[in-house]
């Protein structure tokens, strides 16, 4: 497999332009089954299954349960701030060095029990939100592009779903 695939084995998020109600409500629909499906792929995984990874040089399943948790509650905060001021620029996070911290060498039911309580909750918000609340944007400093609620619910969505086949791939190497 070349490593583009393997990077990228459901292909490299494309930002939504204009995403329909039925588009947003399937990418909620993925974020909220999300826990689910790790709290399957990872359980009684040995020690050793943890260290198996998706591709050479890639973060292993432990580092990518983690990683997930991180992304996501950046992602909840963004939403939060977007839905409260105007635009704002939210604050990017560095995940590389994020991923260097003591806190990824614990146990990884402390990141899926995280995923799992931030993703009801979550789910909870995306579900109350009005078709204005979508259409609200933030701006992100690494890009200076302006991004749509709905945009950043689609790569969430999307975020979800490459993680998971990451694990399902290590699993199966």
Sequence with gaps: MDIEKLKYPIGRFQLPQSPSSSEVAEWISNIETLPGKLRFLCNDLSEEDLQKQYRKDGWNIKEVVHHVADSHVNSFVRFKWTLTEDNPTIKAYDEKAWS??????GSIDLSLTLIESLHRRWVYLLKSMSVEQFERT???PASNKTIHLSQLTGMYSWHSRHHTRHIEIALNS
């Design 138 to 140: 933030f701006v992100h």
């Design 100 to 105: 260097t911290l003591g806190d990824y060498q």
